[in-house]
């Protein structure tokens, strides 16, 4: 402080410091032979390092001694805070010259202040520092004083004016262009769509303004894997030079092997310009062979990412650019960085670029007012004050900017802290936040919880815990779900409070049970699915072999149901899956377990049950409750199930042998005829085995040309005459010999073979017919087609009639179609419309089995129907059953009352033919009179039917 103590002897110490009274050296020195030696300091010099921003690195501790100013204190803040305003503004612009390495040297004068504010003038000596690949890191040099000087009396915004109206003339000449350029950039821009045309508009602006020999823009992307290539996209050229940009050739290099290190300049973000000759050996090799001296590089940077960049080549000399000009250049990329992502407007740019240059003189002025004003205090409360500041503004940030609510209470039981969230989660009024008063806000808040008591102990028994933690979880009574943390709050090992900070999960809670459900249950029917089903089934398993129980797994599996989903939609189908699972839900206690299995299939789980006939009783409850129609959308369907059992621990003692035995048990059930249940046992395995094998081989019976058609003749029961024959089909295997239809019809259907075989059935029939004709010359005998429960639900049936009756040449009104009962009212009005089709071309239609199915007598009248047959359960017990014969009566007298004729089937003895033939039935068909036989056979009946009458007491053909 040696020439700090004697800097303050030659001032005059009053109350404005703004006075100085006249400074005589020499006087000074011949007081003192002390003073002298004081004097000496002159000669010595500062030395200094800064960093590429400016700030000092380091300091010799002749810094502290001529300015007053501590080595410490002074470290790491920037030069320019301790230069005079005189000289703050060329200070920048040196500084920003050397940074650009437009000069790698400087030597002038400037006016530095002291720490009590007095001014040193010092000669300056800076050069620049870089690393090993050119890039500067800082700078060196000395500072040394000159002389010390009064504070010099001048208004900082008249130095500012004289300055300006000094240079404003060579800046208006030097930058007119410039700023043109840069508006009409900003124009172009208006209408920028990155096409060719665009660039090369804003590339011929730079070219004329600049005046550089080659003006170029290259965009940046990334390849497949992950490098980022560049490609030249426009360029301008000054005449007399070659252009080096074909359009048509696209380069795709990588950036970085054209421009090893000016690519990572530009990918910073920094501006690169640069003499060829200094450039590597990749660059080097790169501009010259584009004839460039000297490059300028300006990257474009959209949206914090590295796009591409501008060049400005020199092919002729060198160029020295100017801060004003790279400054220009800059506003100029950034223009267009803006133009792709927002394609902002020239107004509005200048008007922010403006706003936010006022601001930060305004704010640079008030800083540099309040730092004088206020420099000596900082100087005392800095240490404290920036711990301080650094405490609170964590403390703030971490309250404010969390989703938390967070109370600090401190150890006295004190509110001493809390954020916003916290006030909006619980909704306490401020003004008992403001009060600090922990407990009554505690008894606030609990009071909306739906255990309060809970949360009150919990608390309390932290006051025996002051070091225990706490994180669970709370409800409230509107349904809100927190987590609950608490830790305790320490001062160096001292407990002084406790944080507590809650957090709203009651969405996440909410959807984290929702898929919870969602994976155990069906999305369509909300029933649990095959996973939740396995796990009670296993729950259930060890229940029932502690307590030595009984219980059972149901497969059940809608008959028909794919017909539906083919016919009227999934939609349909999807609903009809709802209406069933709920009916069954209704239907089935609610200890029992139902679940979806997957597709049209259910599985039930019936627990506790006593004997297997419980089982089986449930079975029938099922059935029973799925007889009733569904009415879904204006269509009332009618469908039935086919139910497998199997019972714990007869049919197994794991759930998967449960599970698959009971599989077992419903196809063999559907095989049966379907509606109705099947329980398991050993056999079924075997019979499922030849099934299979069975299965395999129907889909090569059509084709290897095993099936035959057998004739059973429809005769008049009064005269005996054959009417008509109805076709029936028989598969002769060449192994296992003639088989039954009962056993592969079913199987038919379930595979979807039943449609080829019913066509190749309806055109073989016909075609006997017409063979049958042709023998006899005339006859009016026909033939009769049943149509399967699929085959019915085709959309192409009445298409497909249509063309077997064209290519056999027969007659419609020779065809009659059999249809079942259940058939036709799976889908009354589809069966309606079809009917419908075949009635009007001439076929004549008659319902099967009639009385075993669920036809309501509205829909049989408005069925376009000829014929009822009743079905040989009815006829079986006709004479040994008053029943029977009543509701055979009633059936024929109801089709007489509907003009239908009527066919009584299965007759097998006398007294049912003359039974019927009493109760007015017309024609009959049976064993009585003939079995089903080849067709050879039946056309030798149908030639002796011709010539022989029935006898009175016995029918015989």
Known sequence: MTKYNLQTQVKLKTVNRQFFCPFDQNKLLANSKDETKQVSLLDKKILFKTDSSGKWTFLNSIW????????????????????????YQRNLELFKQLKAQYIEESVYKTHYKTSIGDVCLFKISVRILLDSQGEMVGTSGSLELIDFEEQPKYNENQHHQRENQDDEEVIKKNNQTLIEALINVETALHSFDGSDECYSEILSILGLAYKPSRVYIFENYQSQNGDLLTNQKAEWCDIGII??????????????????????????????????????????????????VSVLLLPIIVKGEFFGFIGLDHCVRDRVWQSKEIAILQATVWAIS????????????????????????????????????????????????????????????????????????DSKGCIAGY???????????????????????????????????????????????????????????????????????YIGSEIVGRVWSFRDISERFQAEATIRHQASHDLLTNLPNRMQFNQKLLEYLIKASQNNNKLAVCFLDLDRFKTINETLGHRIGDKLLQSVAQRLNKYLPSRNIISRWGGDEFTLLLSEINSTQEAANAAEDILTALKPGFLIDNHLLHISASVGIAVYPNHGKDGETLIKNADAALNYAKLQGRNHFQIYNSAINSQASELLSLENNLHYALERNEFRLYYQPQVDITTGEICKFEALLRWQHPKLGLISPSKFIPLAEETGLIIPISEWVLKTACA??????NILESTSVGVAVNLSARQFQQPDLVDTVRRVLTETNLSPQYLELEITESAAMQNVDFSKDILTELYDMGVSISIDDFGTGYCSFNYLKQFPIHCLKIDRSFVRDLTNDTNDAAIIKAMIALAHGLNLSVVAEGVETEEQWNLLRILECELMQGNLFSPAVSSQEATELLLKSKYRLINTSVLVA
């Open 338 to 409: 803006l133009a792709y992502e927002n394609l902002l407007s020239k107004k509005l740019l200048s008007q922010t670029i403006k706003e936010y240059q006022n601001i930060n003189l305004k704010l640079e002025e008030k800083i540099n007012q309040c730092t004088i004003e206020l420099q000596r205090e900082i100087r005392k409360c800095q240490c404290i004050e920036k711990e301080l500041e650094e405490s609170l503004s964590l403390q703030k940030t971490t309250l404010e900017t969390t989703a938390d609510g967070i109370l600090f209470v």
């Open 419 to 489: 954020n916003h969230k916290l006030v909006e989660m619980w909704g306490i009024p401020q003004s008992l936040m403001n009060s600090g008063n922990y407990a009554k806000v505690l008894q606030f808040a609990t009071n909306q919880l739906k255990n309060p008591d809970e949360y009150i102990i919990s608390v309390k028994k932290l006051q025996a815990y002051p070091d225990a933690e706490i994180y669970d979880l709370i409800e409230f009574k509107d349904g809100r779900i927190y987590e609950r943390y608490s830790q305790p709050q």
């Open 64 to 87: 502290n001694e001529l300015t007053g100013f501590t080595v410490a204190e002074s470290i790491g803040n920037n030069f320019i805070d301790y230069v005079h305003p005189c000289d």
């Open 768 to 773: 006997q017919n017409k063979i049958w004709q």
């Open 243 to 292: 252009s080096k940009f074909d359009k048509n050739i696209k380069q795709n290099k990588a950036i970085l092997e054209l421009f090893p290190n000016l690519g990572q300049i530009l990918g910073r973000g920094e501006v690169a310009w640069r003499r060829v000759k200094e450039l590597c050996f990749e660059e080097q090799k790169f501009f010259e062979g584009r004839g460039v």
